[in-house]
């Protein structure tokens, strides 16, 4: 996968972090006293409720799949030090993502829940940040691979299927 970065302008990252603090609040969480952990939590908890049409603080008119991608994304910089970036793949597509300091990782927050708010793919959020903070269930990549993990990372036992 070829991948071009660029770093967001100002009003882009205002906007996201903006999104990230509503969000926070929706789910009753403190960015800055809740652990990212249980904020992850949260997320997970939140896109996969939705995914299985659960009532939950955040409607599907809010735009879930900004709101919880930012904040997915927000804690992916709090705990891991991975930034955001504009990106082009493929000389095609263009996305907003989430990529780790040496560029060995990649995730895209906003198109992964709504991939899981569409049931294209079961949530794995908390799965992969946990992996994550463990840092011994993913293999190495090299830097500057740009390896999309969400899509190498699957429950042994689903939580709920797609059906």
Not at 23 to 34: H, M, N, P, Y
Not at 144 to 163: A, D, Q
Request: with cysteine; net charge negative.
């Amino acid at each position: 996968m070829k991948v071009e970065e660029s770093t967001p302008d100002k009003k882009r990252m205002d906007l996201i972090s903006a999104v990230a603090l509503d969000a926070a609040k929706l789910l009753g969480v403190s960015l800055e006293d809740d652990s990212s952990q249980s904020i992850i939590d949260k997320v997970n908890e939140t896109v996969t409720s939705l995914a299985l049409g659960k009532n939950t603080v955040v409607s599907g008119d809010e735009n879930p799949d900004l709101l919880l991608g930012a904040l997915w994304g927000a804690q992916m910089k709090r705990q891991f030090s991975w930034y955001w970036a504009d990106v082009v793949l493929d000389d095609s597509i263009n996305e907003v993502a989430m990529i780790s300091p040496n560029q060995e990782m990649i995730i895209f927050p906003f198109s992964f829940v709504g991939a899981c708010l569409n049931k294209q793919c079961i949530c794995t959020l908390l799965l992969a940040f946990n992996m994550l903070l463990e840092n011994d269930r993913i293999c190495e990549i090299p830097p500057k691979t740009y390896e999309n993990i969400m899509l190498s990372i699957h429950h042994i036992v689903p939580p709920y299927s797609l059906g």
